[in-house]
């Protein structure tokens, strides 16, 4: 069976602050898919990045970058000098190679930025 | 501009009407799927649709009904709703699944 982890519900920080959110995943498959979603208080869910299981390469964009480790089957997220604005409740996904079509999300972690 | 579009963004209903929610999009996406967002957060698919006249059951088992008439439309309907369907609930679309998703800003149902 596969399945997502966000062992962190909730973090809190203050503006300038790097915060790494967690995701742990568990599957049997050789070939996978991880995404990163933010969901800000408006709703939607925003695409942030895929990353397939056979690319380890740890990824930058901006102040966003992400540490993907299969030997942990980790895909943390990190925010480097967090602002305000990156207040929202984040979700790691995973789908299957023979499967895409379905999301298996976590639980989220709702990080909030204090100014 | 979002291109996947949901109605209403917030109902408050009473228990045993019959409601629809709506979700189009504008990006000719053949699949399309409907998640459940519970309080605490999670997500659960609970319908999808691979294109016209194709409609599945996701992982959540759902009182639920949808239809897929045209590709750009997949109306969610529940027949009869009670209090335990309080929910927020999402819709996507996506074009080969790989790219990601992309979501509405959802419907937020409360029903009393």
């Known amino acids: 069976a596969q399945k997502v982890t966000q062992a962190q519900t909730e973090i809190s920080v203050v503006e300038k602050e790097d915060v790494t959110l967690d995701c742990v995943y568990e599957?049997?498959?050789?070939?996978?898919?991880l995404f990163w979603y933010k969901q800000p208080p408006s709703g939607e869910l925003v695409f942030l990045i895929r990353?397939?299981?056979?690319?380890?390469q740890n990824e930058i964009s901006g102040r966003y970058s992400w540490n993907f480790q299969k030997s942990t089957s980790s895909f943390n997220f990190t925010i480097t000098a967090s602002q305000v604005v990156d207040s929202a409740v984040y979700f790691c996904?995973?789908?299957?190679?023979?499967?895409?079509?379905?999301?298996?999300f976590g639980t989220g972690t709702r990080l909030q930025v204090f100014p | 501009e979002a291109d996947i579009y949901q109605t209403p963004r917030y109902l408050v209903i009473g228990t045993g009407k019959k409601i629809t929610l709506e979700c189009s999009q504008t990006?000719?996406?053949?699949?399309m799927y409907w998640y459940q967002q519970d309080p605490g957060m999670e997500l659960h698919l609970i319908h999808y649709?691979?294109?016209?006249?194709?409609?599945e059951k996701g992982d959540l088992s759902s009182e639920s009904t949808v239809s897929r008439i045209r590709t750009e439309h997949f109306p969610l309907t529940l027949e009869s709703a009670r209090p335990s369907h309080t929910s927020q609930y999402l819709c996507?679309?996506?074009?080969?699944?790989?790219?990601?998703?992309?979501f509405g800003s959802g419907t937020r149902l409360t029903v009393v």
């Open positions: 996904a995973l789908s299957l190679f023979y499967n895409t079509d379905k999301l298996i």
């Open positions: 990353r397939n299981s056979f690319d380890e």
């Open positions: 990006m000719g996406h053949d699949k």
């Open positions: 996507a679309s996506s074009e080969q699944g790989l790219e990601g998703y992309t």
């Open positions: 649709s691979y294109g016209v006249n194709s409609t």
């Open positions: 599957t049997r498959d050789t070939t996978y898919y």
